[in-house]
């Protein structure tokens, strides 16, 4: 008889497949199998009455959790449970984080297995962590699953109570959260800052001197023996000059007049000095540090990283990927250790092993940084991967082996010189021996810091030496505003916060910016109008929720009931229940926020209000309103901005004319996607929206004449019969520009882009049929599959992986479905691209399907006192049963 192996991903069933008896049988859970509802047809029939349903949690009976079966995971669990018949024992074995336990849990409760059972925990996927873990197998830990459980019962308690009131008083679609509203204010708050502050202006010297050949240059420091100041003396969040601060600000009169006075006069060396420096390595990856570097050197955004790493570890190359440890095993040290020996050689070892203590607060999750997978680590060059894949294991094994390598010793130069009244300093930097840097330099989120790990050399100088001044520039310096986070820095503000969890934060991040609460410009994430607007309304009425010292202790909450030492549910019924509870606070939310003040932003030195409306944020002015453009942040958002906005709205005509078929108006309209043309006024009465139409990409909104308009507002525009197939053509304007469709009826649709100097307006037939008949694969053509998984059993036609613009993704026919998070190309098997078709709703079969099927199908486990059942856990060990574990469910 064969044992089942229960793991997440396809990949990882793989992998770890290789390492295991052949009597061993590795199935995938793909993920979670059971969650909360998403939504109301979610909701089994018998529960749709409940005033707490759509919550998804009986708040009025112990907070238990409403579970169902996800449409895309119910024939997974099918599989499972016909796996396991025939089978002596069933071995668990997801990731040993609290996601990892919670699965293993939710699997036990649904597949009530009848043989003995274990749980099998991993750090890395290699034939030894295998065998090592086959032989220290244990029983479920309930703390662990208590905490991911209160957990996602906060998440959802915030996200489900609050959203609902954001919609109400601000606009649809928003969204609250635990973690995600704190991240958002601090991007709002950093914006605030930027709003609040005021550049400031210094000038300053810097001269090019000579000595025996040798060039070097030096900056003005003093003047009259008083400091000249730099942008240090000035404050990073306000821009003004510290306070008590002693120094001279030089303006641009002054400093030319210093160059013109120093011209031709003679420089003294005055005062040499050298100082030694040691720089030590820095520890191994965490979650956390993984995701700040590879946005810094990869520009690989959280999520980006997490996919990725998510897929070296299945694959067996690096260890588990979701840690906030910096230790590193015994092993790891030696396979480290042996890597510089071969690499570097004996010199650029640590005369002793390094190992380093954790320091974030509300430290867990795994036991081991992040490192090459291993008792020997494989170099980047012998991996076989290639592109993002080998670009992070390359980070991962140069980051582990420069933990274990020797010191840096540099040597920090600086020369005073003295010329006249003004004192000047030169400064360098000697690399003594350069140690770990020889493997690896941390990044930094400051781009000049890159400079300090070059070399700069000064020619050999003895005090009252005269160089020679080659040029004297007056330099000036504007203060900038406060950086905006990047993910980098976001990510490590929220760690050292002890806000959220690493394995959390690329999710969060996402959220953030699919809801539009912020934009990525430049790397930076910019908040919008409406993260202003929600952050003051919890500001306002929510205070705790948003303050990151609240949801620290939320954190170190949650850590102490995974210890046992907090209990879960007192904790929840204080958080959500009383006149002081989450519950209430809503409900007079709702009664309480005016919704007009709610939408209105408040920003300084502005006399014009900001709200926001329907089609997003506006300016409103006794002169009138006008769109703010989509690209336009608050930080930037002044007063000759503002009247530009409002001058270029008076500016445009009401109307250009009257159609000459409708005779309805036509508008010139300025939104905040950009200019566009609108047919005739919206009827109140009725949900018909009036015909629109943007203009074509250049083309400004006061160039647009009557005649444009009209033949716009035509678009998309009919070209007639294709020649040969009888097929359809038009053209019309898109999101990525003007485009030719060719409609072939049932063989589908075909789009081109139409370059200049081809005119959506006036491109003709005979000109769209030639564009179609240039070579596709000129044009972006048809798309050749990334693998092929099969022939569909329904109608025979193939089953492939694609790329798209957006991932990658399994297609057949007509259906789409992307790749689920952790799974690669080469783990996806045709069952699984099969029941994710299915999902998505891509059977071929018609069937008949009675009302009673959709009830089996849902199994919905609630945690009443009342209807506790007991379940056990049996491991393999011989005549032992393992402890009683009580489930308190019900499943219906």
């Not at 065998?131 to 699953?145: G, P, T």
């Amino acid at each position: 008889m064969s044992t089942l192996v229960i793991v997440e991903s396809s990949t990882k069933a793989a992998t770890i497949s290789k390492f295991l008896p052949s009597s061993y049988v590795v199935k995938a859970s793909v993920g979670h199998v059971r969650d909360l509802p998403s939504s109301a047809d979610e909701i089994p029939p018998e529960y749709k009455s409940q005033k707490w349903a759509n919550l998804g949690i009986n708040v009025e009976s112990g907070f238990a959790p409403l579970y169902i079966i996800p449409k895309d995971k119910r024939k997974i669990v099918q599989e499972l449970k016909t796996a396991l018949k025939g089978c002596q024992e069933l071995i668990l074995a997801t990731d040993e984080d609290r996601e990892g336990e919670s699965i293993s849990w939710h699997l036990l409760q649904l597949l009530n297995p009848k043989v003995p059972t274990k749980r099998m925990v991993f750090h890395e996927i290699t034939k030894e962590a295998i065998q090592k873990a086959l032989k220290n197998c244990r029983n479920i830990d309930e703390h662990i699953v208590h905490a991911q459980e209160t957990r996602r019962i906060l998440d959802r308690l915030v996200g489900y109570t609050l959203s609902p009131l954001l919609w109400r008083k601000i606009a649809g679609g928003l969204s609250a959260g635990r973690v995600q509203s704190v991240a958002v204010r601090l991007l709002v708050m950093k914006e605030r800052q930027r709003r609040a502050f005021r550049s400031a202006q210094y000038w300053d010297l810097k001269a090019l001197l000579a000595h025996n050949k040798a060039e070097f240059d030096s900056k003005l420091v003093a003047v009259d023996g008083v400091k000249v100041a730099t942008g240090a003396d000035f404050d990073p969040n306000t821009g003004n000059l510290l306070a008590g601060k002693k120094v001279k600000v030089l303006n641009g009169a002054e400093a030319q007049a210093l160059v013109a006075n120093l011209k031709d006069k003679s420089w003294t060396v005055t005062g040499l000095e050298e100082k030694p420096v040691t720089r030590k390595p820095a520890p191994p990856f965490t979650t956390s540090t993984l995701q700040q570097e590879a946005n810094r050197k990869l520009r690989l955004s959280a999520k980006g990283t997490m996919q990725v790493a998510q897929r070296l570890y299945e694959q067996g190359y690096i260890t588990y990927m979701r840690t906030d440890s910096v230790s590193l095993s015994a092993q790891a040290i030696d396979a480290a250790r042996a890597c510089v020996l071969e690499k570097y050689g004996q010199e650029y070892l640590s005369p002793q092993p390094r190992q380093y203590s954790t320091k974030s607060k509300g430290a867990q999750e795994a036991h081991e940084a992040i490192r090459p997978a291993g008792s020997t680590f494989r170099t980047p060059r012998d991996t076989k991967l290639a592109d993002t894949e080998l670009k992070l294991y390359d980070l991962i094994w140069k980051r582990t082996v420069a933990s274990q390598m020797a010191d840096a010793r540099q040597t920090h130069l600086s020369v005073d010189l003295q010329v006249e009244n003004a004192g000047f300093r030169s400064s360098g930097k000697r690399i003594d021996f350069p140690g770990y840097l020889r493997a690896y330099v941390e990044g930094s989120d400051d781009p000049h810091a890159a400079i300090e790990d070059q070399e700069i050399i000064l020619p050999a100088l003895v005090k009252g030496d005269k160089p020679d001044c080659k040029k004297l520039d007056a330099i000036d310096h504007e203060t900038q505003p406060p950086a905006r986070y990047t993910e980098a820095s976001l990510v490590k503000m929220l760690e050292s916060e002890g806000i959220g969890r690493p394995s959390t934060y690329a999710s969060i991040i996402g959220t953030i910016l699919d809801r539009h609460y912020a934009q990525l410009q430049s790397n930076a994430l910019v908040p919008s109008f409406t993260a202003f607007a929600v952050t003051a309304l919890l500001e306002k009425n929510f205070p705790a929720l948003v303050d990151p010292s609240f949801t620290a202790r939320m954190e170190q909450t949650l850590d102490d009931i995974s210890t046992g030492t907090t209990q879960w549910l007192p904790y929840l019924e204080k958080f959500y229940l009383g006149d002081n509870g989450l519950e209430n606070q809503v409900k007079l939310g709702f009664t309480d926020i005016d919704a007009t003040l709610a939408r209105t932003i408040d920003l300084d030195n502005l006399d014009v209000k900001i709200r926001i409306g329907k089609f997003g944020p506006f300016i409103e002015a006794e002169s009138g309103n006008a769109s703010i453009p989509k690209d336009l942040t608050p930080a930037d958002l002044d007063p000759e901005t503002i009247e530009m906005l409002l001058k270029q709205k008076s500016s445009t005509p009401d109307t250009l004319g009257n159609h000459p078929e409708t005779g309805e108006p036509i508008y010139p309209k300025l939104g905040p996607y950009g200019p566009y043309v609108q047919l005739g006024d919206k009827d109140e009465d009725s949900k018909k929206k009036p015909k629109q139409s943007s203009l074509p990409k250049g083309m400004k909104l006061e160039d647009v004449t009557f005649e444009i308009a009209v033949e716009l507002l035509k678009l998309p525009r009919s070209l007639g019969t294709h020649p040969e197939t009888g097929g359809k053509l038009q053209t019309n304007l898109g999101r990525f520009g003007p485009y030719i469709l060719y409609d072939r009826g049932k063989e589908g649709k075909e789009y081109r882009s139409l370059k200049a100097p081809d005119d959506v307006l006036t491109v003709s037939l005979e000109r769209a049929v030639a564009i179609l008949a240039e070579p596709k694969a000129t044009r972006g053509g048809k798309k050749e599959p990334l693998r092929t998984l099969g022939n569909h059993p329904d109608d025979n036609e193939p089953v492939a992986i694609f790329a798209g613009p957006y991932g990658k993704y399994i297609k057949h026919g007509k259906i789409n479905v992307g790749i689920p998070e952790g799974e690669t190309v080469e783990g996806i098997g045709l069952d699984t691209a099969l029941s994710l078709l299915v999902a998505k709703g891509g059977a071929v079969k018609k069937t008949t399907t009675k009302k009673t099927t959709t009830k089996k199908a849902v199994t919905a486990t609630t945690k009443a006192k009342a209807t506790t059942t007991k379940s056990k856990t049996t491991t393999a060990k011989k005549t032992t049963t393992a402890k009683k574990t009580t489930t308190k469910s019900k499943t219906s």
